[in-house]
């Protein structure tokens, strides 16, 4: 065999979709994480800069906040070692299911662990649906302040009867101090570069958050392809065997 047929027989073995999946799984859980990190941080600043009067009106939120950046740091790690986990198994089944080495066999603890990746695949499938549509919140809470912001200005005269109270959105508890900010004050939490920043910060992270669920997709569908044609050779192997 020469060198040409032995690199297309390798190039044969590549996983290429769970390839694509890891790639597009990194990215996405790269961007969701970095940019909620510093979206988070951000957001904090916001309230304490124009919205909160006093620091134990939105002690528990800081405290939430601190918590998000603790499951950021999870969330990151386990995608890391998940990913290159599914990323061997994905060579490991891709092989035996093309049947590269003749003395390749597939055994009940190999099926097993395929099984269970399918699995696990599914229910991470389903929790970043939820992670998805949970990203969408700041982005649509950030619109209505933007559009509020935008508002002020054509408003004129009566710029000061737009206001923005962040207590109707859950963040602060209804029994804290006044938490509404109007006309010019309004504009300013708009201009401000928190703000700014913080805003594309949660659009990035929420299509973050949407690649990784198409790289789960992704993985979904590979490994019950791989797992389904092992277990068919299984049942194959054991027909023919006398």
Same mark, same amino acid.
């Given at each position: 065999? %020469?060198? @040409?047929?032995?690199?297309?027989?390798?190039?044969?073995?590549?996983?290429?979709?769970? $390839?694509?999946? !890891?790639?597009?799984?990194?990215?996405?859980?790269?961007?969701?994480?970095?940019?909620? *990190?510093?979206? /988070?941080? %951000?957001?904090? !600043?916001?309230?304490?800069?124009?919205?909160? +009067? +006093?620091?134990?009106?939105?002690?528990? $939120?800081?405290?939430?906040?601190? /918590?998000? *950046?603790?499951?950021?740091?999870?969330?990151?790690? @386990?995608? $890391?070692?998940?990913?290159?986990?599914?990323?061997? =198994?994905?060579?490991?089944?891709?092989?035996?299911?093309? =049947?590269? *080495?003749?003395?390749?066999?597939?055994?009940?603890?190999?099926?097993?662990?395929?099984? &269970?990746?399918? @699995?696990?695949?599914?229910?991470? %499938?389903?929790?970043?649906?939820?992670?998805?549509?949970?990203?969408?919140?700041?982005?649509? &809470?950030?619109?209505?302040i933007w559009s509020a912001c935008a508002a002020v200005k054509p408003a004129g005269a009566d710029a000061d009867t737009i206001c923005v109270d962040v207590r109707q959105y859950g963040i602060v508890p209804w029994d804290k101090g006044l938490t509404s900010v109007c006309g010019t004050k309004l504009s300013d939490v708009c201009n401000s570069s928190e703000f700014y920043l913080s805003y594309h910060l949660y659009i990035v992270a929420c299509a973050?958050?949407?690649?990784?669920?198409?790289? /789960?997709?992704?993985?979904?569908?590979? !490994?019950?392809?791989?797992?389904?044609?092992?277990?068919? +050779?299984?049942?194959?192997?054991?027909?023919?065997?006398?």
């Amino acid at each position: 065999m %020469g060198c @040409f047929e032995c690199c297309i027989k390798c190039l044969g073995g590549v996983p290429y979709a769970s $390839l694509v999946a !890891t790639i597009l799984c990194f990215s996405g859980v790269a961007l969701f994480c970095g940019c909620s *990190h510093v979206a /988070l941080s %951000g957001t904090l !600043t916001i309230l304490q800069s124009h919205f909160s +009067k +006093k620091a134990t009106d939105h002690d528990t $939120l800081a405290e939430i906040i601190q /918590l998000m *950046h603790y499951a950021i740091y999870g969330i990151a790690s @386990f995608f $890391l070692l998940y990913g290159i986990i599914l990323l061997a =198994e994905g060579f490991y089944t891709t092989s035996a299911v093309k =049947e590269l *080495h003749s003395e390749f066999k597939t055994t009940v603890c190999g099926r097993c662990i395929s099984g &269970l990746f399918v @699995f696990l695949t599914y229910i991470l %499938g389903v929790v970043w649906l939820g992670v998805f549509g949970a990203s969408t919140v700041p982005v649509f &809470l950030f619109y209505n302040i933007w559009s509020a912001c935008a508002a002020v200005k054509p408003a004129g005269a009566d710029a000061d009867t737009i206001c923005v109270d962040v207590r109707q959105y859950g963040i602060v508890p209804w029994d804290k101090g006044l938490t509404s900010v109007c006309g010019t004050k309004l504009s300013d939490v708009c201009n401000s570069s928190e703000f700014y920043l913080s805003y594309h910060l949660y659009i990035v992270a929420c299509a973050g958050a949407g690649a990784t669920v198409i790289a /789960l997709l992704i993985y979904m569908m590979a !490994t019950t392809y791989n797992f389904a044609v092992l277990k068919f +050779k299984s049942r194959e192997d054991c027909c023919t065997k006398f």
